[in-house]
């Protein structure tokens, strides 16, 4: 990665942040739980860049221009909304499965020689 890219790289980060702290606290608040949500249980594309969660960073600015509680745009339920917006992204779980399997059937294959 060049060094160009991580310095563009970090100054959408911080737009980003900035973006975040402008948000109501309710809504700071939940953001940051779904990040380290997000950031716990994949999806692996974060690591690609900030796409998803400033997806959510837009739909929570609308909701509080539109005076929603945060609560009504994520419903109660923040870790199925979390598991709703990876959706069908390969999450850090999937790899640890896919490596979980590809050892025992090494294995497996090893021993029936």
């Known amino acids: ?4 890219k991580i310095i563009e790289g970090k100054k959408e980060w911080r737009a980003h942040v900035s973006r975040v702290k402008a948000l109501p606290q309710d809504y700071q608040i939940v953001y940051k739980e779904i990040q380290k949500y997000l ?3 994949g999806p692996v594309e974060l690591n690609e860049g900030i796409g ?3 997806e959510i960073l837009s739909l929570f600015e609308e909701g509080a221009a539109s005076g929603k509680d ?3 745009v994520t ?3 923040v870790a199925a ?4 917006m990876i959706g069908d992204s ?3 779980a999937d790899l640890y499965q896919e490596s979980v399997n590809q050892k025992v059937n090494k294995a497996r294959k090893k021993e029936e020689k």
């Open 70 to 72: 945060v609560l009504d």
């Open 39 to 41: 950031f716990k249980v």
């Open 81 to 84: 909304f979390c598991d709703e």
């Open 75 to 77: 419903g109660t339920d």
């Open 1 to 4: 990665m060049s060094i160009k």
């Open 90 to 92: 390969k999450t850090y």
């Open 52 to 54: 998803m969660l400033s």
